[in-house]
């Protein structure tokens, strides 16, 4: 038989179905409704990994997410690093392996889906235990919109390790009836296999859905595999349970040695023995439940060790009755074994000192040292813990607003008080939402609880060895021991932070979900300090841990950032453009012709332009339309020279400056009417010109009387260049009359092409004349092609963004964000000219009075000419002064500036570049040096227009 | 039994770190904030100056601020001349500190690069390159091929929102373990005399007109000789209480780890675009963080959704990443400049020195920065390393702007 | 993540607001009648207060209108909204 130890019956498996799966290379089977432990259980395997740093054998000891022990790496369906034995859901096919402390990731990438949903709720509640379920009821009754959320694959919590009742019937019974009432109520999103992982401000709880991983190579394709919930809750009620924390004693790391709860766990929800022959060693009465279960269940019980003087009178009768001998007043000294525990040491335990041992055989050792609450959730959302003497636990010390903690999450420990804090806990929540209790929201009955003994707050068994100190193991996953938080507090070291970093206790996979309060009290005790004032490390989002890709959700690959393309994107790909990315938008870079590579096609579409006619897609350029009686007002307020001066029908270029002076944005202005004005734009600062201007409008100028719309999206934009664009517009639109008497440059006009508004303005970024041509992006196609039409007889030539900047750069204009990089003045670009002297004042001015300004070593855009008129430099170059040995000297260098733009000329039939030269303008003239992959390139600094200094080619 | 896992054994700190001295009365000088800056200042006050009558006082516990929050990254491929002096200062102290300090610091130069996504990007990068050659800093431009050799799990592939287009390449950068280095220099600092006070938060000053006369403290008063404010985000909260305005902002700054896994990534990458930075610790965790939380914040955690987009970029850069889990977010509170360099200097009172506005990047600057401090305390002037970072170029305009062309600040 | 009350909207997500800084730091009337040092705290120094700060928000994702707010710098939490023309509330 394989599965020696499955029970005959009983369990929430399903037995009438077998699941095949392989672990560390061996055939296993197991059932619905088990995990990876409970089938490794199953099978008698314990050990399920050796420890990261000494090499030890580690198993399963807990049955959820608490576990340190039992890591395993899934290899298929898909290779996921680091999962938990205990929390990984048995599916057929299932290939895993134990893992010694460090995960494998795939070397493929993974195709599954992951997404998010955002949900709005009146009261969230965490957990769907015996509290969170009233509360969800309560909630559900009183017509809340509620959602509960519980990170098992079935509702129930603590109640599905146990035998118990309520409402007089089995209390899986009630649940089902809970579970099945909250379905009926519309109002309620009921998730199971869902952890609420963070909690942050206002109500927001994030919880990750795994909605496929239980199914294996079944899970639909299409169904995301995870997702993650966005919940905004008016109310949060945590009922998120307690941890069973284990006592520390020599040896305690071995497979076989688990949480007595976490026997139950597998005997009642899974129908597995962990064993044949049990010890079970506690400070408390609730591991009395897990020895007389599993004696029930036919395991040999050898002794029930009870650290406390007097054990637990009313308990060990029952054990009497049960005939499981009870050592009271004594403990677990260590225990033997090397793959799987074979003996515990059992000692007595008086007044703080321990006697001689005793050796007990057993093949399992169940622990319970008390209850740690979870209170995770709680202390996000920054609320101050309590250490709690009685419980020897942290528990919530203060009343938060929109989140409380109910049943065991709050140190509630038995059934019917969890059942009542869930329904006074809610009734609070909903009291504060002002929504009212439903009459019929009744309290489910438990039997009255036994008081329990008084549990003894025992951390470790004392030790006076150093040897048995280092193998007290405090967290297993670091295999760090007692020893270690002794050497800690020997260093110096006094706050737990540091004892923390010093052991790396609580850094692993299970962030000291057991070791956490047990280093608290351990480092307290050997400061001789009182717990409280040593307190915990903080309690860091997430709860348990989170794939990446489900974070990442749809946002990756394309969907990673909005893609924006013009309204001739399809015709561009068509016609093989490549493309660049520009902020967001796709731009065509060149378009080349068969055999051509940038060089050459950037080559063939400069000369198209600087001799024929070209066209280019501008329509990415910000628009923003600036209309109001003070419109003019406020752009002579931003822009660095008169705008109000402009006439209607006239454009303008200008510059806008940060308070600090320095350039961020340039474009033309169009004056459309007295009180509207067209803006362009760069591409990249399209928005933030628009919210630059609404920030001075709303927050320091709410007197003008102006409004700013984007309409980017709204206008297409093609500049058609070039001496023959003349022709091509002329002939295009014969309304208008195109000459430059009637047309001048720097003008614009409104026209139509049959019946579609058009607009037409004479703006050249290329020295060329030009006109730019507007229309309604859904025109843009058919008037795009119209002007190809009309340019055939002309050689029009598309052109993208290389062959644009090649153009402007031999006109020396600057790109803003190329050329400058947020240091540099309109002086510096040798733009005094369009900075106002009449204006007093305009955003920037006063910035350039300041010393640093006044300079004149600074920076200025001049143009290179490479001597040798073959060597093109890289951009990004830097330039240091002339070495008449033509030798770079040793470091340091000084700099003198850097090359920011840089392009072969067809005009000049040589490279050339534009640079910022310290004092650029007086060295007009001078040769400098440019080192280019270790050897100094001569250049000549010019001035920054190269092409056309006289502007003679405007008007064709 | 030996270690299964490489870099599973953390090298062990030592028997004995630091005492825990009372506060003396009066100390020469009174370093305010134990962490990185004001441990690493104390040392070299010790060492290099014999000035030994010093107190580091810090609120909380020793160097818990951002010193042990931040993703360690240790570079000095900054763009100005003023930065790479500084940061190169520091990266050559980083690589004799392991031996200065007798601490096993961890510092591993795995080298790092700063990934160009635009042509932009590519322009800026080669422009920094350049000029880290002519200050005599290590760094090269490197092509995609090449990207992928270094760090094989990058996403080289043409067809993802922002292919990589090439990187900038530094091999001595690297990191190092965060609380080794600052233990390191507290347990020297301590043996050489110095006290480190704990628990012990200034909450005011006395002053005697241009001077301060010392220290109020939740310890009581402490009189000072000279103070020297290593308070990082906290910086303004002491200035304000000195009437001295300083022009940072603080902001949560957040970052995450892994689980352990097996090594994939060998080296530092960081990219602006796609906005993340990763390297994978020794014991094999990734380490990640990308930019500040947008408001100002003494809270020391952010919002998630700064974490969503995080890993966002980090699959999209890294698709090997998709199933690696976040174990933990934590956040610091970091003092940001307007131009992304430090503030170091004098102040309006003759023995107060300043060092904050490290911001996102502060940590590489630990053993320069304790360096010049202790220079700039011990001779009463300005080290000429930080004498470009005075308060008053935000008077002249004389800005040291790191935004610009090396804008990923860490 | 903040739950902001934008004064217009209502409560939305923090995604949807843009930070401003510190609030109530008017444009100077005659920048040129300042000093350096003047003008330098205008363009660069901003309070960087901890606990409740006055500063400015923009619902850039949402109708796009700034406003003002008093938030506790270390608890994060909002104490209030106001219009950017509403005077500073007077215990900050
Ligand atoms: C998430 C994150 C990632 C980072 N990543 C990097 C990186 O990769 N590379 C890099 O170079 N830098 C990085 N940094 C920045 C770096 O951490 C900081 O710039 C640097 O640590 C600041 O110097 P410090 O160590 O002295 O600061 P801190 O460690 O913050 O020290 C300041 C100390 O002053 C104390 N203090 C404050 N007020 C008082 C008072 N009134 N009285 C007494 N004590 C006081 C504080 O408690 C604190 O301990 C990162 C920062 C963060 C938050
Ligand atoms: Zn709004």
């Known amino acids: ?956 | 039994m030996s270690p299964r896992i490489p870099g599973a054994d953390l090298p062990e700190h030592p028997d004995a770190l630091w005492r825990n001295p009372e506060p003396k009365r009066s100390y020469d000088v009174v370093i305010v904030g134990g962490g990185g800056h004001g441990l690493a200042t104390a040392h070299y006050l010790a060492k290099n100056h014999g000035i030994t009558n010093v107190a580091v006082l810090e609120k909380g516990w020793l160097a818990g601020g951002n010193m042990a929050r931040n993703t360690t990254i240790i570079r000095s491929n900054y763009l100005w001349d003023e930065s790479s002096g500084i940061y190169e200062h520091s990266l050559k102290l980083w690589e004799g500190l392991e031996e200065d300090l007798g601490y096993p610091i961890l510092f591993s130069q795995r080298g790092v690069l700063n990934l160009a996504h635009t042509l932009q990007d590519v322009r800026d990068s080669v422009r920094r390159v350049e000029a880290n050659k002519l200050n005599g800093v290590d760094a090269e431009w490197v092509e995609p091929d090449e990207v992928r050799k270094i760090c094989p799990v990058v996403n080289t592939s043409t067809d993802i929102r922002y292919p990589v287009l090439g990187a900038t390449y530094q091999p001595r950068a690297g990191i190092a373990k965060h609380d080794y280095v600052a233990w390191g220099f507290a347990r020297r600092a301590s043996e050489a005399g110095i006290d480190l006070i704990q628990d012990c938060e200034v909450t005011g000053f006395t002053t005697q007109g241009d001077r301060v006369t010392g220290v109020r403290t939740s310890r009581g008063d402490i009189a000072a000789g000279t103070v020297a404010l290593c308070a990082a985000g906290h910086t303004s909260v002491l200035t304000d209480m000195l009437g001295i305005r300083v022009p940072v902002q603080s902001h949560p700054l957040q970052a995450l780890v892994s689980e352990l896994l097996e090594p994939v990534h060998p080296t530092v990458v960081m990219s602006n675009a796609v906005h993340v930075y990763v390297s994978q610790a020794h014991k094999g965790e990734l380490v990640m963080g990308a930019g500040v939380d947008s408001y100002n914040g003494y809270g020391q955690r952010g919002a998630f959704h700064i974490i969503e987009r995080q890993m966002a970029a980090a699959v999209e850069l890294f698709p090997v990443f998709a199933r690696a889990h976040l174990l933990r977010t934590w956040g610091g509170i970091v003092d940001v400049s307007p131009d992304a360099s430090p503030i170091v200097g004098r102040t309006p009172y003759e023995n107060v020195y300043l060092n904050c506005g490290w911001g996102t990047g502060g940590f590489k600057a630990t053993p320069g920065i304790g360096w010049a401090l202790a220079h700039t305390l011990a001779h009463d002037e300005p080290h000429p390393l930080v004498a470009p970072f005075s308060l008053d170029r935000f008077v002249t305009g004389a800005l040291v702007d790191e935004h610009g062309a090396a804008a990923v600040a860490h | ?92």
């Open chain 1, 1 to 956: 038989m394989s599965t020696p130890f499955r029970t005959a019956e009983g369990g929430r498996i399903d037995r009438a179905t077998t699941l095949q799966f392989t672990f560390d290379g061996r055939s296993l089977t197991g059932h619905p409704g088990d995990t990876l432990a409970s089938a490794l259980l199953a099978s008698g395997q314990h050990q399920v990994a050796t420890s990261i740093r000494l090499g030890r054998p580690r198993g399963i000891s807990a049955a959820w997410a608490e576990d340190p022990g039992g890591l395993v790496q899934v290899e298929e369906p898909f290779p996921e690093p680091m999962l938990l034995a205990s929390t990984v859901e048995l599916f057929d096919g299932l290939v895993a392996h134990g893992l010694p402390g460090q995960g494998r990731l795939a070397d493929v990438p993974d195709s599954a889906r992951y997404d998010a949903v955002h949900h709005h709720v009146d009261v969230l509640v965490v957990g769907a235990g015996p509290a969170g379920l009233v509360a969800a009821l309560g909630a559900a009754r009183a017509g809340a919109r509620v959602a509960l959320v519980d990170e098992q694959s079935e509702a129930g919590g603590s109640l599905l390790s146990g035998t118990d009742r309520v409402d007089g019937v089995p209390a899986l019974d009630w649940v089902a009836d809970a579970v099945a009432e909250l379905a009926r109520h519309p109002e309620v999103l009921h998730l199971q296999r869902t952890t609420a992982f963070g909690v942050y401000d206002d109500g927001f709880v994030l919880a990750l859905e795994r909605r496929t991983d239980h199914l294996g190579a079944a899970a639909p394709r299409r169904v995301s595999r995870q997702r993650v919930w966005r919940i905004r809750a008016r109310s949060i009620v945590v009922a998120t349970g307690a941890h069973e924390r284990p006592v520390v004693f020599a040896d305690n790391d071995r497979p076989g040695i688990m949480l007595a709860r976490a026997a139950r766990t597998f005997l009642h929800r899974y129908g597995v023995l962990p064993g044949r022959e049990a010890v079970v060693f506690t400070t408390n009465d609730s591991a009395y439940d897990a020895a007389l279960d599993l004696a029930r269940a036919g395991v040999q019980v050898q002794a029930v060790v009870d650290a406390r003087p007097a054990g637990s009178p009313q308990r060990r009768a029952e054990c009497e009755r049960a005939g499981i001998r009870v050592l009271s007043g004594s403990v677990v000294t260590g225990t033997e074994g090397v793959e799987r525990i074979t003996s515990a040491l059992v000692a007595p335990f008086t007044d703080g000192e321990v006697g001689a041992a005793s050796v007990i055989p057993c093949d399992v050792l169940l622990v319970s040292g008390g209850w740690n609450p979870a209170v995770h959730l709680f202390s996000q959302a920054r609320g101050r813990l309590r250490y709690d003497e009685v419980l020897g636990a942290f528990v919530p010390g203060e009343e938060l607003d929109g989140l409380a903690v109910a049943g065991s999450a709050a140190g509630v420990l038995d059934l019917a008080g969890c059942l009542a804090d869930g329904q006074r806990v809610v009734r609070a929540a909903l009291s504060a939402l002002a929504i009212v209790p439903a009459a019929d929201d009744r309290l489910p009955s438990a039997p009255e609880p036994v008081v329990p003994a008084a549990p003894l707050v025992l951390w470790r068994v004392p030790d006076t060895s150093e040897a048995h100190a280092r193998t007290q193991f405090v967290d297993l996953q670091r295999d760090a021991t007692v020893a270690d938080i002794a050497r800690a507090v020997g260093a110096g070291l006094r706050s737990i932070e540091h004892v923390k970093r010093y052991t790396t206790i609580g850094t692993a996979h299970d962030q000291g979900k057991t070791s956490g309060v047990l280093t608290s009290g351990i480092t307290a005790e050997l400061l001789g300090i009182p717990v409280q004032d040593t307190g915990t490390t903080t309690f860091r989002p997430p709860y348990t841990p989170v794939a990446f890709a489900a974070l990442a959700g749809r946002d990756r690959g394309r969907l990673f950032d909005p893609e924006r393309v013009t309204a001739l994107h399809d015709w561009h790909v068509a016609a093989g453009a490549v493309f660049e990315d520009v902020g967001q938008w796709k731009r065509p870079r060149y378009y080349p012709q068969p055999g051509e590579d940038m060089e050459t096609a950037v080559l063939r579409e400069c000369a198209a332009a600087r001799t024929g006619v070209g066209i280019i897609d501008g329509s990415t350029l910000g628009k923003i339309d600036v209309q109001g009686p003070d419109a003019a007002v406020l752009l002579d307020r931003l822009y660095t020279n008169m705008m109000s001066s402009l006439k209607v029908g006239a454009v303008r270029y200008g510059v806008m400056c940060g308070v600090d002076g320095m350039v961020i944005d340039d474009g033309t202005v169009l004056r459309l009417a007295e009180d509207r004005f067209l803006v362009l734009t760069t591409t990249g600062g399209a928005a933030k010109v628009l919210d630059w201007m609404e920030e001075w409008v709303q927050t320091e100028w709410p007197d003008l009387r102006v409004h700013c719309t984007s309409v980017t999206e709204q206008w297409a934009t093609f500049p058609v260049v070039g001496p023959r664009s003349r022709d091509v517009v002329g002939t295009l639109f014969p309304d208008v009359d195109v000459s430059t008497e009637a047309f001048p440059f720097m003008t614009w006009r409104d026209t139509a092409l049959d019946g579609v508004p058009v607009r037409l303005a004479r703006i050249s970024f290329s020295g060329e004349l030009a006109f730019e041509v507007h229309v309604s992006p859904w025109y843009a196609v058919a008037v795009w092609q119209r002007l190809l039409e009309a340019g055939r007889p002309y050689g029009i030539t598309p052109y993208g963004t290389e062959t644009m900047h090649v153009l402007r750069a031999e006109k020396g204009y600057p790109i803003i964000g190329q050329d400058t990089d947020g240091t540099v003045t309109p002086h510096d670009l040798g733009m005094a000219w369009a900075v106002s002297k009449k204006k007093p004042d305009f955003i920037g001015k006063r910035s350039f009075a300041r010393p640093a300004n006044q300079d004149p070593r600074r920076k200025q855009l001049v143009g290179l000419l490479p001597v040798d008129r073959h060597t093109l430099l890289p951009e990004g170059s830097q330039i240091v002064e002339f070495v008449a040995d033509g030798e770079l000297p040793p470091p340091p260098v000084p700099m003198l500036g850097h090359v920011t733009s840089s392009y072969r000329s067809a005009e000049l039939a040589r490279p050339f570049a534009l640079a910022l030269v310290k004092g650029g303008r007086e060295r007009v003239g001078d040769t400098v040096h440019v080192p280019v992959n270790g050897t100094l390139v001569p250049v000549e600094v010019t001035g920054s227009v190269l092409v056309d200094p006289e502007g003679a080619r405007r008007d064709g």
């Open chain 3, 1 to 92: 993540m903040q739950l902001i009350a934008c004064p217009w909207c209502g409560p939305r997500e923090e995604v949807e607001f843009t930070y401003g800084g510190q609030a109530h730091v008017p444009y100077p009337d005659d920048p040129a009648a300042l000093s350096d040092e003047q003008w330098a705290h205008y363009v660069f120094f901003r309070d960087n207060t901890k606990g409740r700060f006055a500063e400015r928000w923009n619902h850039s994702a949402g109708c796009r209108r700034w406003f003002n707010a008093v938030r506790d710098t270390t608890s994060y939490r909002f104490q209030r909204v106001y219009r950017v023309d509403d005077p500073k509330p007077v215990t900050p």
